[in-house]
């Protein structure tokens, strides 16, 4: 019989415990073969050595992640529980070296997974990034985070934000209003981002005097831009013939990153995505960065890491099963053409 106590100083209870010690009852019921009482900022555990250990590293786990990153969300315990790494691709909130500019009211604006990390630091090396991943994992977020910090340090005179502006099911054309009243709903994502980094009035000014820029992809045709950091959001809405035009427009002191989500393409079925032609002829270019993001770096709604696992898991079941009937239809081929040849030659 082993007896453990474990103190939780630094850290609120009931974020530890969860409400009516919700997440303090997922460990006792993974671990029925010990006591576990709390009291105060101590908690104790009594049990066989072997279990009682490993019931400790959970709670250890939870108790860090806490004093961490700030946040102990139910299914994170779950998937301690389960045996998963919560930390592979977490970054400390006590790392100096995540932070990438200061948003509105001098909040650090920081990398909150690995990915992200690799993304600002590739940044930092290479003119031009590819960012891919999924939905969720912070790309446009943290580019523009990127994109910020340039213009701030001045190291570029501007920013430009755009858009190829494909339609994702919807049809732009019965929007209300001019051009800009038509596409602005559809860049306002990285209007999101530009509010947690400018107050209103400076980023009004900005606006304005068009040292913050955003625009669809179509409008940088015939452009230079120089001496400023460029992010083009959603590249796979893009055809390759597009991408080359964009890429084509940089100037000497341009920056640039690139983002996408390969499995999101809302394009025709008769048109194909220019981004996996882009990352396949230029990803070995010196200069050139390419940073994949996983579900691992999302950073939304808890559940939306599952979502993303799942529509992999049908795109795959989907794409086998788009394999094997194109392979009965090839064997049907070969064997009427095998038909054919035999007749003619009777």
Same mark, same amino acid.
């Given at each position: 019989?082993?007896?453990?106590?474990?103190?939780?100083?630094?850290?609120?209870p009931?974020a530890l415990?969860?409400?009516?010690?919700?997440?303090?009852?997922?460990?006792?019921?993974?671990?029925p073969?010990?006591?576990i009482?709390? &009291?105060?900022? %101590?908690? +104790? @555990?009594?049990?066989?050595?072997?279990? *009682?250990?490993? =019931?400790? #590293?959970i709670? !250890?786990?939870?108790?860090?992640?806490?004093?961490?990153?700030?946040?102990?969300?139910?299914?994170?315990?779950?998937?301690?529980?389960?045996?998963?790494?919560?930390?592979?691709?977490?970054?400390?909130?006590?790392?100096?070296?995540?932070?990438?500019?200061?948003?509105?009211?001098?909040?650090p604006?920081?990398a909150?997974?690995?990915?992200?990390?690799?993304?600002?630091?590739?940044?930092e090396?290479?003119?031009?990034?590819?960012?891919?991943?999924?939905?969720?994992?912070?790309?446009?977020?943290?580019?523009?985070?990127?994109?910020? &910090?340039a213009? %701030?340090? +001045? @190291?570029?005179?501007?920013?430009?934000? *755009?858009?190829? =502006?494909? #339609?994702?099911? !919807?049809?732009l054309?019965?929007?209300?209003?001019?051009?800009k009243?038509?596409v602005?709903?559809y860049?306002?994502?990285?209007?999101?981002?530009?509010?947690?980094?400018?107050?209103?009035?400076?980023?009004?000014?900005?606006?304005?005097?068009?040292?913050?820029?955003?625009?669809?992809?179509?409008?940088?045709?015939?452009?230079?831009?120089?001496?400023?950091?460029?992010?083009?959001?959603e590249?796979?809405?893009?055809?390759?013939?597009q991408?080359?035009?964009?890429?084509?427009?940089l100037?000497?002191?341009?920056?640039?990153?690139?983002?996408?989500?390969?499995?999101?393409?809302?394009?025709?079925?008769?048109?194909?995505?220019?981004?996996?032609?882009?990352?396949?002829?230029?990803?070995?270019?010196?200069?050139?960065?390419v940073?994949?993001?996983?579900?691992?770096?999302?950073?939304?709604h808890?559940?939306?890491?599952?979502?993303?696992?799942?529509?992999?898991?049908?795109?795959?079941?989907?794409?086998?099963?788009k394999?094997e009937?194109?392979?009965?239809?090839?064997?049907?081929?070969?064997a009427?053409?095998?038909?054919?040849?035999?007749?003619?030659?009777?």
């Amino acid at each position: 019989m082993s007896e453990i106590n474990l103190s939780i100083d630094g850290v609120d209870p009931v974020a530890l415990y969860g409400q009516k010690n919700s997440k303090l009852n997922l460990v006792k019921n993974a671990y029925p073969e010990i006591r576990i009482t709390s &009291r105060g900022e %101590k908690l +104790k @555990l009594i049990g066989e050595k072997k279990i *009682t250990q490993q =019931a400790k #590293e959970i709670l !250890e786990k939870m108790i860090r992640m806490l004093k961490e990153h700030d946040e102990l969300p139910t299914q994170m315990v779950k998937d301690m529980l389960n045996g998963n790494n919560p930390f592979k691709s977490k970054i400390s909130k006590g790392d100096a070296t995540s932070t990438i500019v200061n948003g509105r009211n001098g909040k650090p604006i920081k990398a909150k997974t690995v990915n992200q990390k690799r993304l600002f630091d590739s940044a930092e090396t290479n003119d031009i990034v590819f960012a891919i991943g999924p939905a969720g994992t912070g790309k446009t977020y943290t580019a523009v985070a990127i994109a910020v &910090r340039a213009l %701030k340090n +001045k @190291l570029v005179k501007k920013i430009i934000l *755009t858009r190829p =502006a494909v #339609e994702a099911g !919807e049809n732009l054309g019965f929007l209300p209003g001019d051009l800009k009243d038509k596409v602005d709903p559809y860049l306002r994502p990285l209007y999101d981002a530009l509010d947690d980094m400018f107050p209103p009035d400076k980023l009004e000014h900005f606006m304005t005097t068009r040292v913050i820029e955003i625009a669809p992809l179509a409008f940088m045709r015939g452009r230079t831009l120089d001496n400023a950091f460029i992010i083009l959001d959603e590249a796979q809405n893009a055809s390759s013939m597009q991408l080359k035009m964009f890429l084509t427009r940089l100037g000497p002191s341009a920056k640039c990153i690139i983002t996408g989500d390969i499995s999101q393409i809302d394009l025709p079925h008769n048109q194909r995505s220019g981004l996996k032609h882009s990352i396949n002829i230029l990803g070995d270019t010196e200069g050139i960065g390419v940073v994949y993001l996983t579900v691992d770096d999302v950073v939304r709604h808890r559940l939306v890491k599952d979502i993303i696992i799942a529509y992999s898991k049908a795109d795959e079941i989907r794409k086998a099963k788009k394999e094997e009937e194109q392979k009965l239809k090839d064997a049907e081929k070969a064997a009427r053409q095998a038909r054919y040849k035999k007749q003619e030659e009777e």
